[in-house]
């Protein structure tokens, strides 16, 4: 089945400053690689996600990238705040066919500093 | 519903004693998953259910373990002769699971305390 690395297990970094979480994945049937944000004490909600058939996907202050040949995907955070301290876990999944339950990273706990 | 609803929200027993979970996920969503996460942890999947297919329960840590969902809907997570190793969030999710993405919205969760 799928396995998926993720580092940092912590990170933090001053206000202003950019973040990079990088996962790995082992599976090279998986085609779906989404991003999700959990703040203290809720539950984890989609941030950003990728397909297979881009490199790079941007939302104002977040973007991920994909290198299917390395297996490897990261999640950029510019300018951060203090508002994206929170738990980034990483996930990747099949969306076509067979199984297609999303297996998690074991998660960043992303500190920004005021 | 206007999104995925856990029951209970916390919940404490005894070890040995069995425990159900509820879940009743966003009308319409095929997919219904069982996440677990320990204190600090990361999301360690459990079961999945799409549609009418055959449950992958490739994750499920101990014939303890067991889940259902009737009628394609709502979902009960049960286990049996509960370990204080148990003790965990049980988070719920469910998704449209339509080919290209897979957008998952969790409930709440359940936190299971196991004295």
């Known amino acids: 089945g799928e396995n998926v690395e993720q580092h940092p297990s912590t990170l933090s970094v001053q206000e202003g400053d950019s973040a990079v979480i990088k996962c790995t994945y082992s599976?090279?049937?998986?085609?779906?690689f989404p991003w999700y944000k959990q703040e203290l004490g809720k539950r984890p909600q989609l941030i950003i996600d990728?397909?297979?058939?881009?490199g790079e996907k941007k939302d104002q202050r977040i973007a991920v990238t994909l290198n299917k040949t390395a297996k490897h995907f990261s999640l950029h955070i510019t300018e951060t705040q203090p508002e994206d301290s929170a738990v980034y876990f990483c996930?990747?999944?099949?969306?076509?066919?067979?199984?297609?339950?999303?297996?998690f990273g074991s998660g960043t706990r992303l500190q920004v500093q005021p | 519903g206007a999104g995925v609803s856990q029951s209970p929200s916390n919940k404490v027993t005894e070890k040995g004693k069995d425990v159900e979970l509820r879940c009743d996920p966003i009308?319409?969503?095929?997919?219904l998953y069982w996440y677990r996460q320990s204190l600090g942890q990361g999301l360690e999947f459990l079961i999945y259910?799409?549609?009418?297919?055959?449950?992958?329960k490739s994750g499920l840590p101990s014939d303890r373990f067991s889940a259902e969902r009737t009628g394609g809907s709502v979902s009960t997570l049960t286990i049996q002769r509960t370990q204080q190793e148990d003790s965990a969030v049980y988070l719920c999710?469910?998704?449209?699971?339509?080919?290209?993405?897979?957008?998952?919205?969790f409930g709440a969760g359940s936190r299971l305390t196991v004295l």
């Open positions: 999710a469910s998704s449209f699971d339509r080919v290209g993405a897979n957008v998952l919205t």
């Open positions: 599976d090279s049937a998986s085609n779906y």
């Open positions: 990728i397909r297979s058939n881009v």
């Open positions: 996930a990747a999944s099949r969306v076509d066919t067979g199984r297609r339950a999303l297996t």
């Open positions: 009308s319409g969503h095929t997919a």
């Open positions: 259910f799409q549609g009418n297919s055959a449950p992958d």
